[in-house]
């Protein structure tokens, strides 16, 4: 990194933020692209674990932390800032908790929520991480997920392979009790102006009052507000 402010603790912080941008990486590939000593890079390194801007994968490698996520949706996300307008009239049509993820690694992230006024409903705070391993968003965002990330996450998935090609198909997916016992949700692609899914939108709630094939009842919405979501962006 070529800017210095004058604060050394700080510089050398974002010296080891822009390396792990790079791609994860352990201690000794962290050393090699900060120039830093061991311990001054360890240091920082769970220091900036600890406030979340970095996290761990599963081999103890370093990566950009979920914090920096919730950072750019506090500065003007523009799929968020659409979805200001479109989640509202979502959950005016169905009643029910909408959301809309972005797949982070092996987790989604959830950039934006509403719920009902009342009523027994699905709450999913805005940053909060859940597995790719369950649920209509995780297989809307798995489905067109790069092949590598689809066989990693399959491994341990509640779905097969088969029900991602159903999903691409059909052009959205639900789910029922697999993230969570008694809620039922629907999902579907969002679009960026190239047409690359970016994220997912979901619609999800008791599967008393959803059941448990909702997609029969919401999918057209659903994919409504999802093209609305692709027009704005």
């Given at each position: 990194?070529?800017?210095?402010?004058?604060?050394?603790?700080?510089?050398?912080?974002?010296?080891?933020?822009?390396?792990?941008?790079?791609?994860?990486?352990?201690?000794?590939?962290?050393?090699?692209?900060?120039?830093?000593?061991?311990?001054?890079?360890?240091?920082?390194?769970?220091?900036?674990?600890?406030?979340?801007?970095?996290?761990?994968?599963?081999?103890?490698?370093?990566?950009?932390?979920?914090?920096?996520s919730e950072l750019a949706v506090g500065a003007g996300d523009a799929l968020v800032a659409a979805a200001g307008s479109i989640l509202p009239r979502l959950r005016e049509i169905t009643g029910e908790s909408v959301q809309l993820y972005r797949r982070d690694g092996s987790s989604r992230v959830c950039v934006a929520a509403m719920e009902p006024p009342t009523g027994l409903r699905d709450t999913v705070l805005v940053g909060a991480r859940l597995p790719m391993t369950a649920g209509s968003g995780a297989k809307v965002l798995l489905a067109w997920a790069d092949p590598q990330t689809q066989r990693s996450v399959l491994a341990d998935a509640v779905f097969s392979e088969r029900a991602l090609l159903d999903v691409r198909r059909r052009g959205w997916a639900q789910s029922a009790g697999e993230r969570e016992p008694g809620v039922a949700s629907v999902s579907a692609p969002v679009r960026d102006r190239d047409g690359n899914v970016v994220a997912a939108i979901s619609v999800s709630g008791p599967i008393d009052r959803m059941g448990r094939r909702p997609g029969a009842r919401w999918a057209a919405d659903l994919l409504a507000a999802a093209d609305a979501l692709h027009k704005r962006l």
């Open positions: 990194m070529g800017q210095h402010s004058g604060i050394g603790v700080l510089d050398k912080a974002v010296t080891v933020l822009h390396a792990v941008a790079e791609g994860p990486c352990g201690l000794a590939q962290l050393c090699d692209r900060t120039g830093l000593p061991r311990a001054t890079a360890h240091r920082l390194a769970v220091g900036l674990e600890v406030h979340r801007l970095l996290a761990r994968d599963s081999d103890g490698s370093w990566r950009p932390g979920p914090a920096l």
